[in-house]
């Protein structure tokens, strides 16, 4: 049984069964296919004795079709049954089923056309012939073509076809994946009873976070085009399993801007950030100030085109990953004369449209949640010191808070009004956050002003105070501790201002 929607390679694939002595039966277009080509081919109402009927939803649902495939061969009054009713053993199925998941990636698909295109015939076929895989042989893979066509006569292919078996099980699960999802979103079912996700095998990685683990890497049936999973790779190595998960968390930060924003990233944590309100080379040259040790073997994102000008830069130090919308041809030219370096472009135009929601793997589970999108505004705000912020401290607090949600926590950012100053990331306690961020903000320039971002709340006034005591002129922070007033009445005490959100941006 042949019945394929995509024809690739189904002549010569149905032309070498015919050599080693099978007869052919096929279906609606594939039965077209082959007789163009001069393929003997058998028309399935020939074997079933019934019409195609509802435009073809009906023609394989039949029980000459499904025990030809199910019958056991070696069960006597299995074989009688069919020798009763006259019906042939079917020894190989080749199905590949309707494009479901290429009908609803269209952009104005509508919920009828992707209906129509739910195999029924096809996912019902490939069950029966995969349960009975000791006796036939199920193909859903025209990768698979040749090698079934080289082990047919063998002895000893039971391995072959358990294989198969298995490929084809996860084929039917993957396609039931993708619709019970496009229907769940229909739905708006944000946490369903049953979560089924589908991952295509995208590359095997040499290594996971370490050399003694084995790793590879899957993407999404349905990537989002903003994403590591999308984009493309123009130079360099293959990325590794590190590579990955920095080049995701430097995607999450740049795009939260609209204006021309660097971010430098190393071990999935800002290093520096910097925007411009038009020039992209002026915010890489904030980005790099910021830190110009870290920076040394990171992964450098661009929102805007990278032009000779950033690459002439990016050429003097070692990077790992550069990212960006696009490369001029001049930039291109230059980075490419460094060997390793990774060259990615990816999709901004659609950053507003990434994925809602995240998943992160815990031994036995699952963990769902919706990605932290949100970007606070002044009307989120509330000024809860004596001291009122300048226009230009706001201006310094919203850039800090908007790169401070993708720190790990405990999450302090020392900031001006267009790059990050100080990055204080991932310590047991907050005030370690907090002097880590100001030790690195005096190892550089002046600035001013000079602001403090907080991904949570401060649950002593100690933070407060050693920001002050150290040039911090405004904070902003969620609040929400029982102590928030000891850290109001320091920040008083001290004479600067401190804003409130009332939202929290923890990311562990």
């Given amino acids: 049984m042949i019945s394929v929607s995509d024809k690739t390679g189904v002549v010569e694939f149905a032309q070498s069964l015919i050599e080693k002595g099978y007869e052919i039966i096929s279906t609606g277009g594939t039965y077209k296919k082959l007789q163009e080509n001069n393929v003997s081919v058998i028309e399935i109402d020939e074997v079933t004795g019934f019409p195609e009927i509802l435009d073809g939803r009906v023609k394989t649902l039949h029980p000459k079709v499904h025990a030809g495939l199910l019958a056991k061969r070696d069960n006597p009054e299995h074989m009688e049954t069919l020798k009763k009713l006259n019906i042939d053993t079917i020894d190989l199925v080749c199905v590949n089923l309707y494009p479901f998941k290429e009908t609803i990636s269209k952009p104005d698909v509508t919920l009828d056309q992707a209906i129509e295109q739910i195999d029924i015939g096809g996912p019902s076929m490939i069950r029966s012939a995969s349960k009975n895989y000791k006796s036939v042989f199920v193909v859903v893979d025209q990768q698979d073509y040749q090698v079934v066509i080289e082990h047919l006569d063998d002895q000893d292919n039971l391995d072959l076809r358990q294989r198969l078996a298995a490929k084809a099980f996860r084929h039917t699960a993957q396609y039931d994946s993708i619709i019970a999802g496009y229907l769940s979103n229909l739905n708006g079912e944000e946490f369903p009873d049953v979560e089924t996700l589908s991952y295509d095998f995208e590359q095997s990685l040499r290594y996971g976070e370490n050399s003694h683990q084995k790793a590879a890497f899957y993407k999404s049936s ?11 790779q123009l130079h360099g190595k293959e990325l ?263 939202r929290r941006h923890f990311r562990h």
């Fill in 222 to 232: 349905l990537p989002t085009k903003y994403s590591v999973a999308s984009a493309v």
């Fill in 240 to 502: 590794s399993f590190n590579n990955i998960k920095d080049a995701d968390a430097a995607l999450r930060i740049v795009a939260d801007f609209d204006q021309p924003c660097v971010a430098a990233l190393k071990h999935m944590n800002p290093c520096g950030v910097g925007v411009d309100d038009e020039c992209i080379y002026k915010a890489w040259q904030k980005a790099y100030s910021a830190d110009k040790i870290s920076i040394f073997g990171g992964i450098i994102a661009f929102n805007r085109e990278v032009t000779a000008e950033v690459a002439e830069e990016l050429h003097k130090i070692f990077l790992e990953i550069v990212i960006a919308p696009s490369f001029t041809a001049e930039a291109l030219e230059i980075l490419e004369s460094k060997k390793n370096i990774r060259l990615l472009t990816v999709d901004f135009t659609e950053a507003k449209n990434a994925d809602k929601y995240e998943y992160v793997s815990v031994m036995g589970g699952l963990l769902v949640q919706e990605r932290d999108t949100t970007v606070d505004s002044t009307d989120d705000f509330e000024v809860v010191t004596d001291k009122q912020p300048t226009d230009e401290e706001v201006k310094a607090l919203l850039f800090g808070q908007k790169v401070v949600k993708h720190v790990k926590s405990n999450a302090i950012i020392i900031s001006t009004t267009d790059k990050t100053l100080g990055v204080g990331a991932g310590q047991m306690n907050r005030i370690g956050s907090v002097k880590i961020a100001i030790e690195q903000e005096e190892t550089g320039d002046t600035h001013t002003p000079l602001v403090m971002a907080s991904d949570a709340f401060f649950p002593m006034d100690d933070c407060v105070q050693y920001a002050a005591e150290h040039g911090v002129t405004a904070i902003i922070q969620p609040g929400g501790s029982i102590h928030d007033q000891d850290s109001i009445d320091m920040a008083n005490k001290y004479g600067i201002a401190m804003i409130c959100t009332g």
